[in-house]
């Protein structure tokens, strides 16, 4: 890549961070990467799948495997605070996980082979919708225009702060958590303030759910039997004076290294739940939200992403350790083989979803490079294409 390649992909970048676009609302976003897609000459470009999904292929018009490299169209509903000249333009949003940072290295990743398709099988490029809700890999796979590019192998990359610029780290197994969120509604009756004998109020059955919701999941060591419950929101009642309340809730997220683990959890959660509110006689309501399932790399996959690092000279740690947040990638991996690194934002890089974070544009040469050297390491380089645009 030269540096006026760079430049150019940078102010790209810079222009998708101005107009953020939260999970499900990526139309905007979604048709200007379709539109440089096609301007690039992708053989054939589908939009719209599992909502504002975009997918462009690269063929060589010879059999042979598929490779997908997939990234995310979404940004987050928080206030950006960098004070950055290309900063948000979009009250209360924000590229603020570096989203726009993926979707500018996958794009490099377009020229390349706008410029030399694959000698053999086809490159699949997958723009994905609602990563942050969990439910856009999911209705992306699910939609039946998928099933027709449906790659074999499919790689993604998702920058770390607290890692150094442009160093990567591979899981060779589990490379996120499973995690969903869980609310809880306890309904009992109101009354008169001064005579709550007369009704039935939650409070004393959330008070004793909280501490034991939380003893289900300590956390500690990320190994299979790892549990951690985090509870992120409580109310009961209205913020009245004069009544007493008749109904309350408890928003409780659960967290696993496995998804055998987070069924157990779920279980676990749902019997306490109900062993403290039926008794006091209250009516319970659960339901859940946000669920992202485990996210476990392909040993194939991980020795393709480990392989391409090491050619590009990439300083690489391979480590068993997954990372606690989640990621809806793993939905991939139950059609391909799949594998997610972590690419280093710098070791005191503001933090994903702070109002201060950014996107270092450093790391586009470098993803580009890594996702390159996998695609040809597969598929071959073919002939340069002189009416590729630049």
């Not at 570096?98 to 390349?112: K, N, Q, R, S, Y």
């Not at 410029?115 to 699910?142: S, W």
């Not at 059955?205 to 501490?211: G, H």
């Not at 300590?218 to 929101?233: E, V």
């Amino acid at each position: 890549m030269t540096p006026d390649d760079l430049a150019r992909l940078t102010a790209l970048r810079h222009t998708l961070h101005r107009a953020p676009e939260i999970s499900g609302a990526e139309a905007h976003t979604a048709a200007m990467v379709a539109g440089l897609l096609r301007d690039m000459g992708a053989d054939r470009v589908l939009t719209g799948l599992g909502g504002h999904g975009v997918v462009a292929v690269f063929d060589s018009g010879v059999a042979g495997p598929s490779v997908g490299i997939r990234c995310e169209l979404d940004a987050l509903p928080i206030p950006e605070e960098t004070g950055l000249t290309y900063a948000s333009e979009t009250p209360g949003h924000g590229h603020l996980c570096g989203h726009d940072g993926h979707m500018v290295i996958v794009l490099a990743v377009a020229e390349t082979l706008a410029a030399r398709r694959p000698a053999r099988g086809r490159a699949i490029l997958i723009f994905q919708p609602a990563e942050e809700t969990g439910k856009g890999a999911m209705a992306l796979r699910a939609d039946p225009r998928f099933a027709e590019v449906a790659p074999d192998t499919v790689l993604s990359l998702h920058n770390l702060p607290g890692l150094p610029l442009g160093a990567v780290e591979l899981c060779a197994r589990a490379a996120n958590c499973a995690s969903r969120g869980m609310a809880i509604r306890l309904f009992g009756k109101t009354s008169h303030a001064a005579a709550p004998q007369d009704g039935l109020s939650p409070a004393a059955v959330m008070a004793a759910l909280m501490p034991r919701l939380a003893a289900l999941g300590p956390g500690g060591a990320l190994d299979d039997g790892f549990a951690l419950t985090t509870l992120t929101h409580a109310r009961l009642g209205e913020p009245t004076f004069g009544v007493a309340p008749g109904e309350g809730a408890l928003w409780v997220t659960l967290r696993t290294v496995t998804d055998a683990r987070m069924a157990a959890l779920v279980s676990e959660a749902e019997a306490l739940v109900r062993a403290h509110a039926q008794p006091a006689g209250l009516r319970v309501e659960i339901a859940y939200d946000d669920v992202f399932e485990a996210c476990t790399n392909h040993p194939a996959a991980v020795d393709l992403l480990a392989e391409a690092c090491r050619a590009g000279n990439v300083p690489l740690h391979l480590t068993e350790q997954p990372q606690k947040f989640s990621e809806d990638f793993g939905q991939f991996g139950k059609g391909a083989e799949a594998a997610m690194l972590w690419l280093g934002a710098g070791s005191n890089h503001p933090q994903l979803h702070n109002p201060d974070y950014d996107f270092p544009d450093a790391l586009i040469p470098v993803g580009a490079g890594i996702f390159e050297r996998a695609l040809r390491a597969v598929l071959g380089t073919g002939p340069v294409n002189s009416q590729a645009a630049p």
